[in-house]
């Protein structure tokens, strides 16, 4: 009885800390939409860049186009993201 106790102690005690430790995924607009008619518009926009998007689109009846989310956001406050390559057409 006394080591049930102890487990179902540690189990808990496991379960507050990976609960209490965990953050939320940090939301992220990609620059690229995939367009066509399999996905529609805005599309399947995950593309950090126009060439990933392209090479994506060939060989389907699709096409990319900048993320409306990203174009019409207002400009950010601060510095640049320094994760984005803004010289990548």
Do not use: K
């Not at 609960?19 to 399947?44: E, N």
């Not at 995950?46 to 900048?66: H, L, P, V």
């Amino acid at each position: 009885m006394r080591h049930a106790i102890l487990a179902i102690g540690v189990l808990l005690a496991t379960g507050v800390a990976m609960t209490a430790g965990s953050s939320p995924a940090a939301a992220f607009d990609y620059p690229y939409c995939l367009q066509g008619r399999d996905t529609g518009i805005p599309g399947d926009c995950s593309y950090r860049s126009y060439g990933e998007c392209m090479a994506t689109a060939s060989g389907r009846d699709a096409y990319c186009n900048i993320n409306p989310r990203v174009a019409f956001d207002p400009p950010r406050r601060g510095w640049p993201n320094p994760n984005y390559n803004y010289n990548n057409y």
